[in-house]
């Protein structure tokens, strides 16, 4: 199992606060399944550089010592939003593992104006291919569910949080995505052991049992293929919309 979204990283930034508890997330995420960490501290361009970035990163990852069986990855969680115009010519080094495909955060506005979508644009003229963090929290696709296939047909693959699988309030909007093949790749997004554990193995256990081993495998041949830099097959079906009284259609 891949869990492609994480902060377990220490002492980076609002993730894992120590070794000890950088230690204590692994063990639990190999304990529920999960062979291939991807790491993704946040990476925001403004405090400090992408070579900044990478020395902290890596002294962040000289720390740990794996548990057995057990893979990680390096790369990020970038904020477009607050990168400058440029910045974008530069983001190739935090990518997945070396791949064309970079984790990226979008705005939490409640709607996405034109310059973040050119912000997005930028990115994607540099040839890396934005995976969209938690697509289902945003206020702005809550909102207007729709532009998630607009990120879609823009070159993105989305992925989806664990929590929101367990959460009463973001399922409805996690099961239309995947209903409408809107969703590619899953995350933990783990934090920390007291508030933002990582809940991996209960998230699958949702999703095999709402949806069958078939979406389960295919999340998983995703991220493989994005860790082995392969095209990852789109289906481009209707857009997901917000019906009456909030529900997902």
């Known amino acids: 199992m891949i869990d492609l979204h994480t902060h377990i990283l220490p002492g980076i930034d609002d993730g894992a606060r120590d070794r000890e508890q950088s230690q204590t997330l692994l063990n639990m995420l190999r304990e529920q399944g999960v062979d291939t960490v991807v790491a993704t501290p946040h990476y925001y361009g403004r405090n400090k550089g992408v070579r900044q970035?990478?020395?902290?990163?890596?002294r962040a990852l000289e720390q740990l010592s794996l548990p057995q069986?057990?893979?990680?990855?390096?790369?990020?969680?970038?904020?477009?939003a607050s990168c400058a115009n440029g910045d974008?010519?530069?983001?190739?080094p935090l990518s997945i593992g070396g791949t064309r495909y970079i984790l990226t955060e979008m705005s939490f506005a409640p709607k996405w104006d034109r310059r973040m979508w050119e912000r997005l644009q930028k990115l994607i003229d540099t040839g890396l291919v934005p995976v969209i963090a938690h697509v289902e929290i945003y206020p702005a696709i809550r909102k207007n569910p729709q532009d998630a296939l607009h990120l879609m047909e823009a070159g993105c693959l989305l992925q989806i949080n664990c929590d929101s699988v367990l959460s009463h309030e973001l399922y409805p909007l996690v099961r239309a995505l995947i209903e409408h093949e809107q969703a590619?790749?899953?995350?933990?997004?783990t934090h920390n052991?007291?508030?933002r554990p990582p809940q991996y193995a209960q998230a699958i256990d949702v999703l095999r049992q709402d949806f069958g081993d078939a979406?389960?495998?295919?999340?998983?041949?995703?991220?493989?293929?994005?860790?082995?830099?392969e095209d990852v097959q789109r289906t481009y079906r209707a857009p997901v919309r917000r019906g009456h009284f909030g529900k997902y259609l």
């Open 53 to 58: 970035f990478l020395e902290v990163r890596q």
């Open 69 to 80: 069986g057990m893979r990680l990855v390096a790369g990020c969680e970038c904020n477009v």
């Open 88 to 92: 974008f010519d530069d983001l190739r």
């Open 184 to 189: 590619h790749c899953l995350g933990s997004d």
């Open 193 to 195: 052991t007291e508030t």
């Open 215 to 229: 979406l389960v495998n295919r999340l998983q041949q995703n991220m493989e293929a994005i860790l082995r830099d």
